[in-house]
């Protein structure tokens, strides 16, 4: 490690070991909730902090070691945290009372670093209110429709390079692949920059993109001090990513609105929702404000869309089955297309496509844990019968598993096997299903996210095959390395032109009527 990467794990490391022995015990065990028991320092989280575990298959074992239970003790190092495992409890805690329970665990002091501490997932009480109240209706399905034009013109450009370049079939990075698809949409719907960042590959967004979304030791130990120890992030200064990625996108905002400004330009996407907005009940959102919500879809619809195309690649191309009926739908889709009706409706039409996404999101949520802060006192019922109810008091936090959810065969049947169909019929609880959170403080892009996917699938497959490689990680599993969902070599898949395979098919079948072929 570097001098400054090492001084500050020294640092860490002496004030978890003060926090560890002379802080004031939390008390679960006073408070009747049954818990982990933690090692110094660590925690509860030492198979991931050494690497023994990828995170989320660690959080699914913790999940099943309290089978009986509504809740239990767990201590992310030092903080304590009360899982809760009950879906009606988190249904309870997330949206019935959502008012007691209304904000996230920060990483960063807002004002030094407001880029990661001023964006909506970031946010609290009412300033939160305010700006989800902005930004919802860019969301709305009239808004998406009008943003589906620059969704679809990525989608194209993605499709027909793909092909052209598979026509004797070729292993793709599908994350690199995806990425860059996933990179051209947010700069568009979200900065109103058009980029094709597979015929220039060089970028600055997707540069950019790659740099500042490099969730490695530096960033991890960054926001581990930030998310345990506010006080000294703040007295060392820890930004996450740096001046860089704030300079960068502050500029693209400004000269997009002034440019906007002065030629009366209108365009459907993020900045021009926030331009229109600006005047609005008194207030003017400055390019500040615009530049820090916009960084926060940069953030979701680069690497968290990216990841979640590939994963519903690599289930596509590794179960037959349900690749025939991915393939079935899209035919019937592109025959719609072709009699009038619209893209967009047909895309989002297509039932079979989204449960395909749905399953793979409850398999592999690209979120290991969702969190919540109490900030009004809350009781909870007991977590077993014969046991006390538990107050919650303001500044403790709540953590949910969907890991574990998403694998309890108590609300799945046969969890572990991949079947897109249990969300046609019927099958699945909406409160055991989190791929997105939920309440209030759901994933405002969610929606805008599958939307994303199901376009670019949607074109894909009508000119290409998908199939698995011999650097495709079968069955799936993830890096203990990393806190993403990445496998050990990456994603990895073959792609083929079916315009090339039925060429070939034909050429064979003029040889064979020619007699050259027997």
Known sequence: MDPVTTALAVVLLCILAYRFLWSRATGFEERGIQYMKPWPIVGNMAPVLFRRQFIGNYLRDVYFKFRDLKYFGFYNLVAPIIVIRDPELITSIAV?????????????????????????????????????????????SAKMKAMFKLIIDCAEKTSAFVAQESKKGRAWDTQDLFRRYANDVVATCSFGIAVDSLKNPDNDFYKLGRETLNFGTWVSLKMLIGRNFPTISRLLGIKIFGS??????????AETTRMRDEKGIQRPDMIQLMMDSRDKDGKRLTVDDMTN?????????????????????????????VQSKVLLEVEEAHRKMAEGQSTYDVIKEMTYMDAVV??????????????RICVKEFE?????????????KPGESLWFLPNGLHYDSKYYK??????????????????????????PRVCIGNRFAIMEAKTLFCLLLKDCVIEACEKTTVPLRFSTKTIML???????????????????????????????VS
């Open 96 to 140: 019935k009372h959502f008012d007691q329970f209304t904000d996230h665990i920060g990483f960063v002091n807002e004002e030094m670093d407001p880029l990661m501490g001023k964006n909506l997932f970031a946010l609290r009480g009412d300033t939160w209110r305010e700006m989800r109240k902005l930004l919802s209706p860019a969301f709305t």
């Open 380 to 392: 909870l019922p007991p977590a077993k019968p014969g046991a006390k109810p538990v107050k919650v």
């Open 358 to 371: 749905d399953e793979t999101l409850r398999m592999y949520p690209i979120a290991t844990f969702l969190d």
């Open 414 to 439: 046969d969890p572990e096997n991949f079947r897109p169909e249990r969300f046609l019929n019927g099958e699945v609880p909406p409160n055991a299903y989190l791929p997105f959170g939920l309440g």
């Open 244 to 253: 860089r990625p704030r300079k960068f996108f502050t500029k693209v905002v």
């Open 293 to 321: 919500q916009a960084f926060v879809f940069f953030l979701g619809g680069f690497d968290t869309t990216a990841l979640m195309m590939c994963m519903v690649a690599q289930m596509i191309a590794t179960n037959p089955e």
């Open 486 to 516: 990445l496998p050990p070599n990456g994603y990895w898949l073959n792609i083929r032109s079916k315009k090339d395979e039925s060429e070939a098919n034909g050429d064979v079948a003029d040889a064979k009527a020619n007699g050259t």
